[in-house]
């Protein structure tokens, strides 16, 4: 990391602690203090109430506005920076068998800016092309099948844990070349890890987080020396030659191994978890649906923008500029609220309710935009549609029961469990 991004990321962290200790009746603070798990909209209307762009108390911005989000991913004057609050503490952890210690985010091209993003993301994304894609369709449908078979019997299930967690997390351990009995470990990795995504707070997260990331290091750092010992037709062989040609360091290559893991795991499980919430409250929808499955990309797009499993991305001004007419300075973090632009008035007609005939749901935000353009877009569409097809074919009556816990998260929404019933 550059010494002006540290510089950056240490303005942002700054001003992240004084909103923590602060100050009732601020808005940005209440927002970024949310309980883990806890719904936001109410609070992000309360910044779309104060304008398109509101300052807190300690300068940190933040907009609900759908246009000013889209700005704010797309100029590449607002840089991404590390904010996990172990990142300048990061070191091996005594009994670690790997030497170094990195972070899924703060340490991969989700932590870069250009030119070194650029480079990185080439390196990736053809990885993750149309074509690559449509190859691992068949996979994902037989996968679905399975599955959805062992949904069948004991009522009512949890569907997070016998269905949603394991479709990304078998996708990618097929993808990356990983053992698909590691799943228990993807599952606790991918729920922790979220609750610490907008940074460890506080001595005992801090020392969570690291032990967190020692355990993913090492798993990775060994996963790359299998495949080298045998490569296979996987994406660790394939980035393992990006390292022998040194266009990406050991380092690199075990973090952006997490990041793929870690990004794209418990938020494509959203998908399926939040879809089925929402179709069960709405029983008109749910009735559209089961009546024709063929509707799931439509369900899939409708559900992220009706709840982003994302639910915000910072930037931080890398240069003097103004934004929705404030000026803004150097250092100055703004937290784009993903979740509160794909409700904005401005482009969702009645943006609250959920619907899948809208006819511009696409326009939603939930895979940011710009250069940092979710590199797992393609994947989490093609999963969700596939899971949620197969879910209300088999089983057209399907419904949540009781309320479900969410996930103890900021950032990540959706349902840790979800009972659900699949008969009548
Ligand atoms: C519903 C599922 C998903 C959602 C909502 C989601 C959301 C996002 C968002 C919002 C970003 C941009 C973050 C920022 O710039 O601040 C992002 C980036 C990224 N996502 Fe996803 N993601 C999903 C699935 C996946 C999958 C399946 C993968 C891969 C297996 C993946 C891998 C990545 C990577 C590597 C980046 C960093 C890209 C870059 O910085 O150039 N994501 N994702």
């Known amino acids: 990391m550059s010494g ?3 510089t950056i990321a240490r303005l942002y962290r700054n001003s992240l602690r004084l909103h923590t200790s602060t100050v009732l009746g601020d808005p940005v603070a209440s927002v970024l203090n949310l309980p883990r798990g806890a719904e936001g909209h109410t609070h992000y209307e309360r910044i779309r109430s104060r304008g398109e762009l509101v300052r807190g108390r300690s300068g940190l911005c933040m907009s609900a506005s759908h246009a000013v989000c889209n700005e704010v991913l797309r100029d590449n004057r607002f840089k991404v920076a590390p904010t996990s609050a172990v990142r300048l503490k990061l070191r091996p952890l005594p009994g670690q068998r790997t030497d170094f210690l990195v972070h899924p985010l703060d340490d991969s091209l989700a932590s870069a800016n250009p030119p070194e993003h650029t480079a990185l993301r080439k390196l990736v994304a053809p990885l993750f092309g149309a074509a690559q894609m449509r190859a691992r369709r068949e996979f994902v449908e037989e996968l679905v099948e ?3 078979d062992a949904l069948d019997g004991g009522e009512p299930v949890d569907l997070i844990d016998a269905f949603a967690l394991r479709i990304p997390s078998l996708v990618i351990a097929e993808l990356l070349g990983l053992p698909a009995a590691d799943h228990d470990h993807f599952a ?10 907008d940074g460890a707070r ?4 801090r020392r969570r987080t690291q032990v967190l ?3 993913l290091t090492d798993y990775f750092a060994a996963a790359v020396a299998a495949r080298r010992a045998e490569p296979g037709p996987d994406l660790i062989t394939a980035l393992t030659a990006a390292v022998d040609e040194g266009a990406m360091t ?8 997490q990041a793929l893991l870690i990004g794209g795991f418990v938020t494509t499980a959203n998908i399926i978890g939040n879809a089925v919430i929402a179709l069960s409250e709405n029983s008109d929808q749910h009735e559209m649906f089961a009546a024709d499955p063929g509707l799931a990309g439509a369900v899939v797009e409708e559900t992220l923008r009706w709840e982003a499993p994302a639910q915000y991305s910072v ?6 500029l103004e934004l929705a007419g404030r000026q803004l300075t150097r250092g100055t973090p703004v937290v784009a609220l993903l979740a509160a632009a794909n ?3 401005e482009v969702f007609t009645e943006p609250g309710r959920f619907d899948i005939t809208r006819p511009n749901a696409r326009e939603h935000l939930s895979f940011a935009a710009g250069v940092h353009y979710c590199l797992g877009a393609g994947l989490a569409r093609m999963e969700g549609e596939i899971a949620l097809r197969g879910l209300y074919r088999r089983f057209p009556r399907v419904r949540a029961v009781g309320r479900p816990e969410y996930c103890p998260s900021r950032v990540i929404r959706g349902p840790r469990h979800l009972l659900v019933r699949t008969d009548d």
Do not use: K, M, N, Y
């Not at 729920?191 to 610490?196: Q, V």
């Not at 506080?202 to 997260?205: F, N």
């Open 213 to 215: 990331l020692a355990e």
């Open 343 to 345: 409700r904005d008035p």
């Open 315 to 320: 930037r931080v001004v890398g240069e003097p």
């Open 4 to 6: 002006e991004l540290r």
């Open 202 to 205: 506080g001595a005992r997260e």
């Open 250 to 257: 050991e380092a690199g290559l075990v973090s952006t191994c």
């Open 146 to 148: 399975r599955q959805l």
């Open 188 to 197: 606790r990795w991918g729920i922790e890890f979220g609750a610490t995504v």
